[in-house]
Each structure stands twice: as structure tokens, then as C-alpha cells.
């Protein structure tokens, strides 16, 4: 049935990424208003009905849930597929960062609550989001108080037991280290945006945001992390070391959704706030993580629960994209300048998801460090910081940067 004729579709979007765009859709019936999210099934001359069938799915298998956004129903054009879905009236958590520039400790826990009440439903079902930012939550309200639903499942990946899915996606300033390695993804993939989104939400400052994006990408792979007294004067010991569970190197080092919901800055209502130095704790902290920093590795979530719906896989005759645009938001694109980089895409022809068997992405010729200059991508230079980071043209001190439009791009 033609979406025309149940629904009063607005023409101008409220939302657009690069290929979707999400309308305001009102039932003539009913009078209850909904957002239409309208996907181009085809993308540089590539179907991705697969991909689209995959997020109904996962819409589909999180129905109950009331921290994820609901689908209502799905209808089709002639060259796009349109998601009906519940409207969330507050618009994205972005809006308040960009408006305010970051939240109250008091909102960020609240808000951290809800999106770990959405990721444990997610992980529950062996579901990796693998995007989460402030852009993918929406506020049910005004205020945060007023509770938030997740959205966007785009690029989310069914993690079983097992199996070992690699692929590079997310959004820069998000991506944990073993999607920068090549490594295979895992539950535990999606705390480390949660420590990177709560850095955010506290200071409004990205945690590893670099001049380019390869220096974000060194900073992500060394974990150069640092809590400056200017920006968390007043923010809690307990949110510190909330920040540094999530944002371990190893993925079996971080916790669980559970865990987080467990630690104490989640679960004290009124966290105790600092009586002494804000340096000094931090240096103490540091001490304390530097302890534990040699933990041995363990074994991924186990005991998961069975899917209660089959969730749809790409087909191993679909290319993945390097960092895709998040499809319900807005982006700008950072142009590079004549002299600078090529991207990662340069280096990797083609990989995708043939019965999550690994495919060799690796250049035909070695590169060493010698070879590493200004032409070096991201991949070289992840590769050169293993060996000598003095030796790489790229590295250069952290660099942190306030989150802005031109931070919220991918590749």
C-alpha cells in the first residue's frame, strides 16, 4: 500500500545523511505523528537491500524495549524503502551539547543510565550497535530527564559466541583500537564509545580528537588519555574512573553493559565530589590503572542468550564501507587538503563478510619505517607506532579538540 495514502508525509526533511532522509510522517487516521525514514536501496551503483532488511530486523527482534526507538511499519517507493518510526519529540542529545556545550554531572548519569539499559537489552540478544554518539540518541523530551531512546542500527552486527566478524565502521572520534586493528569485534567493542560518550557529555571535549584524522586514530590506538583539571574540576572521582573502566585498550579489559550499570557512578544516586586536588586523584588513579594494566586476557561474554529472530548478514558479495555516514544525521564533509594524506581507503581494496572468514586486506608490498612519510596513511602509521613512534612523521602531541561540526564527520 502506497505510504501516501495512510500517511501525510512532510517533503522537507528534518534530518538527512547521505542516504536517507527522515520526514515527519502524520497517520490521517489516527493523528499520531511518526518519523519516515526514507533509505536509497541503491549506493554507488549497489543494492543494499541486505543492509536495509538487516535494521528491520533488529528493529523488529527490539520491539520491547522501551530505551530503543520502535519501527511502526515499513513501506516502499520505487527506489527507496521507508521506515515508519516512533518519533521521539526532543530531536538528538547533539542538540543540547551543541546548544549548551556539555551536561551536568547530574545529566550525564542520567543519561548514561538509560543508554546502558538500552546496550545491555542490545547485548542480551548478542547485538553490537557499533555507533554509538550523542547523534544515534534521542531525547524523548526536552530535557534528558525525560528519557532517551536509541536509534539508527545501520551498521550493528549480530557478535556470537565464537564468531569473528572484522570490519572497519563507526565514526572516528568513537571507534575502539581493535576496529582500527582489524581485529575482531565483540560486545565489549560498544563500552568503549560509552567511556568515549561519557568524556564527552561531561566536557564537551572529545577524549582523543586529533588535528586530522590519523592523528585521532594514533591517539585511539595508544589510548592517550588525559583528565585536565580546567575540564573536570568538580566532576567526580567515581565518573574518572567510570571514563577509565570503559576505555581499555583490550576489549576483554572493559566491562560488560551489566558492569557498568553495576559500577558505582551509575548506581550511587549522589556520587561523592572532590574534597581534595582534582590532580592529585587523577595521579593516584593513574597509579591505580597503571596496576592493572598488565591483567592477562579473558574470554569474551559468554552465556549469551539464543536470538529470538534471525537477524540478516551481509552477503559476501557486498562491499563494507570505511566509516559510512550515520544515516539520520546530518554530516559535513572535511575536505583534505592537495597535500595531505591519502585516506584509509587508498590502502584497502575490498573486504567483506564471506561466512565471517577473514579476508586479506594487507598491501602487496611491506612497508617499513623508512618508508613512512608524509603519503603514510593510518594503517602505516598504526604500524609504525608499533615499532617506533619517533620514527613516524605523523605522530605529534594529543591534541583535544571541543566537538563541533567539522569533528562529526567520517571517511
Known amino acids: 500500500e502506497d505510504i501516501n495514502d495512510i500517511y501525510d508525509v512532510e517533503q522537507t526533511p528534518f534530518a538527512r545523511g547521505k542516504f536517507a532522509a527522515v520526514r515527519k510522517a502524520v497517520h490521517k487516521k489516527t493523528g499520531v505523528s511518526f518519523a519516515a525514514k526514507f533509505i536509497r536501496r541503491r ?82 540478544k548478542c547485538i553490537a550497535h557499533l555507533d554509538l554518539k550523542p547523534q544515534n540518541i534521542l531525547l524523548c523530551g526536552e530535557n534528558v530527564e525525560d528519557g532517551l531512546k536509541l536509534c539508527d542500527f545501520g551498521i550493528s552486527r549480530v557478535v556470537e559466541e565464537g564468531g569473528k566478524i572484522r570490519e572497519i565502521l563507526g565514526t572516528p572520534d568513537y571507534v575502539a583500537p581493535e576496529v582500527l586493528q582489524y581485529e575482531p569485534l565483540c560486545l565489549e567493542t560498544d563500552i568503549w564509545s560509552v567511556g568515549v560518550l561519557a568524556y564527552v557529555l561531561l566536557t564537551g571535549c572529545s577524549p582523543f580528537g586529533g588535528d586530522t584524522k590519523q592523528e585521532t586514530f594514533l591517539n585511539i590506538s595508544q589510548c592517550s588519555l588525559t583528565f585536565p583539571e580546567e575540564l573536570f574540576e568538580g566532576v567526580s572521582a567515581e565518573a574518572i574512573d567510570f571514563i577509565r573502566s570503559a576505555l581499555r585498550v583490550k576489549a576483554s579489559d572493559r566491562m560488560s553493559a551489566a558492569e557498568c550499570l553495576e559500577h558505582k557512578w551509575l548506581k550511587e544516586p549522589t556520587p561523592s565530589r572532590y574534597l581534595s586536588d582534582p590532580a592529585e586523584d587523577v595521579a593516584a588513579a593513574e597509579e591505580s590503572d ?45 575536505k583534505a587538503p592537495p597535500d595531505s594524506p591519502p585516506s584509509v581507503k587508498a590502502l584497502v581494496k575490498k573486504f567483506q563478510l564471506d561466512n565471517q572468514e577473514v579476508i586479506d586486506v594487507s598491501p602487496k608490498e611491506e612497508t617499513t619505517t623508512e618508508d613512512c ?39
Not at 386 to 401: A, D, Q
Request: with cysteine; hydrophobic share 35%; aromatic share 2%.
Open 290 to 334: 597503571d596496576s592493572t594494566s598488565d591483567k592477562e586476557n579473558v574470554a569474551c561474554a559468554t552465556n549469551k542468550t539464543e536470538l529470538e529472530s534471525k537477524i540478516l548478514i551481509l552477503s559476501h558479495h557486498q562491499q563494507a564501507t570505511l566509516f559510512p555516514d550515520a544515516p539520520t544525521t546530518p554530516k559535513v564533509s572535511r
Open 43 to 124: 549506493r554507488r551503483a549497489q543494492c543494499w537491500a541486505k543492509d536495509i532488511c538487516h535494521e528491520i530486523a533488529v528493529l523488529m527482534l527490539c520491539s520491547d524495549s522501551e530505551h530503543i526507538v520502535r519501527l511502526h511499519s515499513v513501506h516502499e517507493t520505487r527506489s527507496e524503502t521507508a521506515l515508519i518510526l516512533e518519533l521521539a519529540t526532543g530531536g538528538e542529545l547533539q542538540a543540547i551539547l551543541d546548544n549548551v556545550g556539555e551536561l551536568t554531572e547530574c545529566q550525564a548519569r542520567t543519561c548514561m543510565r538509560e543508554i546502558m539499559r538500552a546496550l545491555q537489552y542490545l547485548h542480551k
Open 373 to 411: 612519510s608524509a603519503r603514510c596513511s593510518v594503517i602505516t602509521c598504526l604500524a609504525c607506532a608499533g615499532l617506533s613512534v619517533s620514527t613516524c612523521r605523523h605522530h605529534s602531541p594529543t591534541s583535544r579538540k571541543t566537538l563541533s561540526l567539522d569533528q562529526r564527520i567520517t571517511c
